[in-house]
């Protein structure tokens, strides 16, 4: 199963998780330091849907945001 939207193509996204330790400063501590930078993947909310296209019913994967704008008509 791809990682994709068949609709609008939304597809995975890379990014960083950022590890910190202290205490901010605002709250009377010496600041925030970065202890350590790890690369993670951000995925986009899929769901498997029966739609009718063509005029034919179909499972397709569609992320979230298609569903909620209305852009396929559920089987």
């Not at 899929?46 to 559920?74: D, E, F, P």
Request: one cysteine or more.
């Amino acid at each position: 199963m791809s990682k994709f939207c068949e609709i609008c193509g939304k597809g995975p996204k890379a990014g960083k998780t950022i590890t910190r330790r202290g205490l901010a400063k605002k709250k009377g501590g010496v600041g925030r330091k970065i202890t350590g930078i790890s690369k993670r993947v951000f995925t986009p909310n899929l769901q498997s849907v029966k739609a009718i296209i063509n005029g034919r019913t179909k499972t397709v994967r569609v992320c979230s945001k298609c569903l909620k704008a209305g852009k396929i008509k559920k089987a």
